[in-house]
């Protein structure tokens, strides 16, 4: 069991940056990759960032250039550096695990708002 929690969302003006923080505890030995996903109303939560723990990064095309996703191993943290945000990219962001043998954990969600 891996537990997460997020920390660093709030309200921010178009063009600003936030760093968002994910701290996992439990079963780190566990995790494979780390990422951040973000979710709009009434949509499904799209990858915004991830890292495994090798340090291959993948985004998605809506931050790339923008978002830049990095990993502490020594202190079981994922951090999401947002530079140039958007009203667009207003939406509550969610950290997730997914262990070596593909079982994915959550935290329970941070919200960013990019005021115009």
């Known amino acids: 069991q891996v537990q997460l929690v997020e920390s660093g969302g709030g309200l921010v003006q178009a063009g600003g940056s936030l760093r968002l923080s994910c701290a996992a505890s439990g079963s780190i030995f566990s995790i494979n990759a780390m990422g951040w996903y973000r979710q709009f109303p009434g949509k499904q939560r799209e990858l915004v960032g991830s890292?495994?723990?090798?340090?291959?990064?993948k985004y998605g095309d809506s931050v790339k250039g923008r978002f830049t996703i990095s990993r502490d191993n020594a202190k079981n943290t994922v951090y999401l550096q947002m530079n140039s945000l958007k009203p667009e990219d207003t939406a509550v962001y969610y950290c997730?695990?997914?262990?070596?043998?593909?079982?994915?954990?959550w935290g329970r969600g941070t919200q960013v708002t990019v005021a115009s």
């Open positions: 997730n695990a997914m262990s070596y043998e593909g079982l994915g954990s």
């Open positions: 890292i495994t723990s090798g340090g291959r990064t």
